[in-house]
């Protein structure tokens, strides 16, 4: 045979799903994006198309439904343990079952004093966006958690200079400046077994997503670099059962307005928000002696 299968997944995509929970008057939102990959023993579904070790991806989106229902979804991480598990203990011919999901956020709308008010009115919370990645293969877990789109900006304590120039650079050092960028972050728990306690998720992510901003906020940047290592290393030293996180941050650049030509002096004052091109900082930040796991790449997790 002149050529052979080699790695082979396959499950269901973007399974959009809602949970309501009821508290009398008051209900709570969980708005969640499902997606469900399967690895084991496909190979002859490829080969000859037998399909008697395929569980549908129908069956998959439906499973999603069912254990929303059925389960309840506590938090993104602690829902996907409980899919993957399922679909590894309970199919056969499933190895190992891949879990991705996004939170999509909903805050209370908040009513004027005195009109009684409701407890089912909400607001999408912006383009920030509560990401994890669940991996079982029957004996260990791997659990990645994160964010998309948590967009900050320090009006000043930034500079740039010092780089390295040659006959093509024409960028000025700028020892006050805007610093902008929508942090991409992917942390790694050490948890990998159910012998071990299992983190407490919720609380993990707020602490984790406070010591980002913290970092962000506090450190005076001689670069996005510096700055990218010190919101890792918050992170890091800030929850001690996480081993890794990767960093993805665009340089989201500011030009000073050139306002002479209309007689005004600019003092730091107008900027022009430029989207592209843009820098494109990365980084992985580990704790001494783990070993790094998350791949890199913007598509990788």
């Known amino acids: 045979m002149p050529t052979i299968l080699g790695q082979n997944q396959y499950g269901k995509a973007g399974v959009r799903v809602v949970r309501v929970i009821r508290e009398g008057a008051v209900h709570h939102i969980k708005d969640l994006t499902v997606s469900v990959t399967l690895a084991g023993e496909f190979d002859e579904a490829h080969y000859s198309g037998s399909n008697s070790g395929l569980l549908p991806t129908d069956t998959t989106k439906n499973t999603v439904y069912a254990f929303a229902k059925e389960r309840g979804i506590a938090s993104a991480e602690e829902f ?24 999509h956020g909903w805050s209370r709308v908040e009513n004027s004093p005195g009109d009684g008010g409701t407890g089912h009115s909400f607001v999408r919370t912006g383009r920030e966006t509560r990401v994890s990645r669940i991996g079982y293969d029957g004996e260990r877990w791997q659990v990645v958690s994160g964010l998309d789109g948590l967009t900050v900006l320090n009006s000043t304590d930034s500079e740039f200079s010092g780089y390295v120039k040659d006959r093509y650079t024409t960028l000025q050092e700028a020892y006050d400046r805007i610093l902008a960028t929508d942090v991409r972050a992917r ?45 890792g290393a918050s992170v890091i030293e800030g929850d001690g059962e996480l081993d890794e996180i990767r960093l993805s941050l ?44 998350i791949p890199p790449g913007p598509g990788a997790v």
């Open 80 to 103: 996907g343990i409980e899919l993957a598990r399922h679909f590894v203990t309970s199919q056969p011919a499933v190895h190992r079952a891949g879990i991705r999901i996004e939170e």
């Open 187 to 231: 942390w790694r728990y050490s948890w990998a077994s159910d012998a071990t306690r299992a983190p407490d998720w919720d609380t993990s992510y707020g602490q984790a997503r406070a010591n980002l901003l913290r970092a962000f906020a506090e450190t005076y940047s001689l670069s996005l670099q510096q700055t990218l290592y010190r919101m």
């Open 250 to 293: 665009p340089n989201n650049h500011h030009f000073l307005v050139d306002l002479a030509p209309f007689g005004l002096t600019n003092d730091h004052e107008v900027y022009l928000a430029a989207d592209r091109p843009h820098g494109l900082i990365e980084a992985t930040v580990l704790r001494d002696g783990a070993p790094s796991l």
